[in-house]
């Protein structure tokens, strides 16, 4: 069992930053992969950026090196550090942890972007 609450959600204007944390508990050590989704309105959960246990990291391809995944060495915590965010980045930000076949989700953050 894992556990994840994410935190770090805001407004903010188009161009600013923002970091998203993940506060990650349980059977860390059986973690696979985490990683970072969103889910606009009415759109579908799409991947954002994720990175396995060895730390190889992989990002939509929306991101264009604007946004960095990043976790601790236990696994306990994970970021994701934002920056010229858009309008359409707007959404609620899930963490996500892969653990075997199991995918344990956060509550989500709401991450909204104004023009």
């Known amino acids: 069992q894992v556990q994840l609450v994410e935190s770090g959600g805001d407004l903010v204007q188009a161009g600013g930053s923002l970091r998203l944390s993940c506060a990650v508990s349980g059977s860390t050590f059986n973690i696979n992969r985490m990683g970072w989704y969103r889910q606009a309105p009415e759109k579908q959960r799409e991947l954002v950026a994720r990175i396995t246990s060895g730390g190889t990291a992989n990002y939509g391809e929306f991101v264009k090196g604007r946004f960095t995944i990043s976790r601790d060495n236990a696994k306990t915590s994970l970021y994701l550090e934002m920056n010229n965010v858009k309008p359409e980045d707007t959404g609620i930000y899930y963490c996500?942890?892969?653990?075997?076949?199991?995918?344990?989700w956060g509550q989500g953050t709401q991450v909204t972007v104004s023009s």
């Open positions: 996500h942890a892969l653990v075997g076949y199991m995918n344990y």
